[in-house]
């Protein structure tokens, strides 16, 4: 057994070695006092050095990522909150040629017709980006630090509120190793970055009255992937940021939005894109229970009914392979009051999980790190009093984000299809043109500011019930104006009833709404 080291509390444990305890233990690790490390980090994750595995396999691709085909791995999207925290750690433009921007949301819509829906403002976009590699550059990064120790292999068995902490030798998949190395530690603060099913905060709930609840959602997801165009070697060795890829728009994200499932579609920098299907569980039930009745065909199947041109990029074997070996993953949300206890912190998903559907789980535990680091400026490093503000600060936000994440699943797979979602944010834009401060659409909110998700949260409430009565009375008025022309027309004229429709039509091309009704 390892020799145990005394209580200090300049001494930081950083639980996980993920994108969220990576980046919080880099803002540690470079705070100074008097010119001096402020802290000593030891950073503890309990599976192997994944950039080792990724050394040893030749499943690469052309950025020296693996491509291991049973990942999950949810492509991740890089917004104006993640940017923020990567550029206060001069890590942005080292970030920047690994990113493929998207600029809007491409519907492909159930006849294969498509249409580009921008995310905001001409010039504003999201970026798909690669989770391992940018995971390696965070924990490359603090590799530099003399004052960082990583820890892989290393499995957390105990921790209290005191700051004890005890970690068991695990495997390079995070299992015990039987007989292996123990190691204990005190900690000044111990900082669960361990993800949706933290050991950390389980030690947490432990005999206190910390509120905790896991929600489930009914759907799960499924990852496919379509390959890059035979052109992509050559338009990557030449930098043309256009060539190379198999769907038409690549600088988007693809929706096929299908009311009760959906399947999106994310490019990647070696020119292929990482599609994911979303859909009840009642439906991958129904597909499992087909494949082994009518065989593999049943997913091809499926994929025709619904996706038809998906279906076509990724190639009927591939489809009904990809469906076999990629496990289904669990959608949770995740909600902790406090995030505290004692020295123990919680932070990114192990404080707040949330779904997907808004790309903004990894920029949230990103802006963590971030407002981590401020409280720690504005208590002057005293690490009491700076959880106490960053408790009271970013829990809220939690809650917020984990809200907005969840609306936006309905939006995407279903309101995105309808002709009146696109006019309503048509207006929006509109809107937020006209009177830039004061109207800002959600997404905006979200993805293009740093307005706390809670506050983003109420105020597109807010705009959007105000949105709906204007669109109301409108109509109303709209409907009014052409029924009182239509019974005018129609007291003078002979034709009756085409007279009335006559009549509505011009009043409603009159506001750019159809087109005048032709003569008959």
């Known amino acids: 057994m390892a020799a145990a080291v005394p209580d200090d509390r300049r001494l930081i444990v950083v639980v996980g070695a993920g994108l969220a305890g990576a980046m919080s ?89 498509l249409s580009f829906q921008p995310y905001g403002k001409p010039g504003e976009h999201i970026s798909s980006v690669s989770r391992e590699r940018l995971t390696t550059l965070l924990v490359t990064e603090l590799e530099k630090l003399p004052n960082v120790r990583l820890h892989f ?24 190793v039987k007989g292996g190395a123990t190691t204990r530690l005190h900690a000044g603060l111990v900082l669960g970055a361990d993800g949706a099913f933290s050991r950390v905060r389980a030690a947490m709930l432990r005999g206190s009255r910390v509120n905790f609840s896991r929600r489930f959602i009914d759907h799960s997801y499924k990852e496919f992937h379509i390959a890059p165009g035979a052109d992509a070697a050559s338009a990557i060795a030449r930098r043309d940021d256009e060539a190379g890829y198999r769907l038409e728009q690549p600088h988007g994200l693809h929706i096929w939005p299908r009311h009760e499932f959906m399947l999106i579609a994310l490019p990647n920098p070696d020119r292929t894109f990482t599609c994911t299907l979303f859909a009840p ?7 499992d229970s087909a494949v082994k009745a009518d065989g593999p065909g049943a997913v091809v199947a499926f994929f025709r009914a619904n996706f038809p041109d998906a279906l076509a990029l990724i190639g009927e074997e591939n489809v009904a392979s990809q469906y076999a070996e ?41 802006e963590d790190a971030l407002e981590l680091n401020a409280s720690l400026d504005l208590c002057n490093g005293d690490l009491d009093a700076s959880i106490k503000d960053f408790v009271a600060k970013r829990m809220p936000t939690g809650n917020g984000i984990a809200d907005l994440s969840l609306e936006n699943y309905e939006e995407m797979r279903s309101h995105t299809a309808s002709p009146l979602f696109v006019v309503s944010k048509q207006i929006e834009g509109l809107l937020h043109a006209l ?86």
């Open 326 to 366: 990629n496990p289904a993953g669990s959608l949770v949300t995740v909600r902790v009051d406090p995030w505290n206890r004692g020295r123990m912190l919680l932070i990114g998903d192990a404080a707040h999980a949330i779904v997907p559907f808004f790309g903004q789980g990894m920029n949230a535990a990103f």
């Open 281 to 287: 569980n009642a439906t991958f039930e129904e597909l």
């Open 435 to 520: 009177a830039p401060t004061w109207w800002i659409p959600r997404y905006s909110m979200v993805s293009f500011s740093r307005i706390p998700y809670d506050e983003a949260k109420a105020r597109a409430h807010r705009q959007e019930a105000a949105l709906s009565v204007a669109e109301a009375v409108v109509g109303a008025a709209l409907a009014a104006g052409a029924l009182a022309a239509g019974v005018a027309l129609a007291r003078d004229a002979p034709s009756g009833f085409s007279g009335l429709k006559a009549a509505a039509s011009s009043a409603l091309a009159a506001v750019g709404i159809g087109a005048p009704a032709s003569s008959e």
């Open 25 to 113: 233990a880099l803002y540690l690790g470079r705070r100074q006092t008097d010119g001096k490390p402020a802290f000593q980090v030891h950073v503890f994750e309990k599976r192997g050095d994944f950039r080792a595995r990724e050394l040893a396999t030749d499943k690469t691709d052309a950025y020296g990522v693996a491509t291991d085909s049973v990942k999950r791995s949810i492509n991740l999207a890089l917004s104006c909150r993640g940017e923020a925290a990567l550029a206060e750690v001069g890590l942005l433009d080292a970030v920047k040629p690994t990113l493929v921007p998207m600029h809007g949301r491409v519907i492909h819509d159930e006849s294969g017709a």
């Open 153 to 176: 292999n290393h499995k957390l068995e105990t921790a209290r509120p005191d700051g004890t902490v005890v970690f068991v030798e695990s495997d390079d998949d995070g299992r015990d």
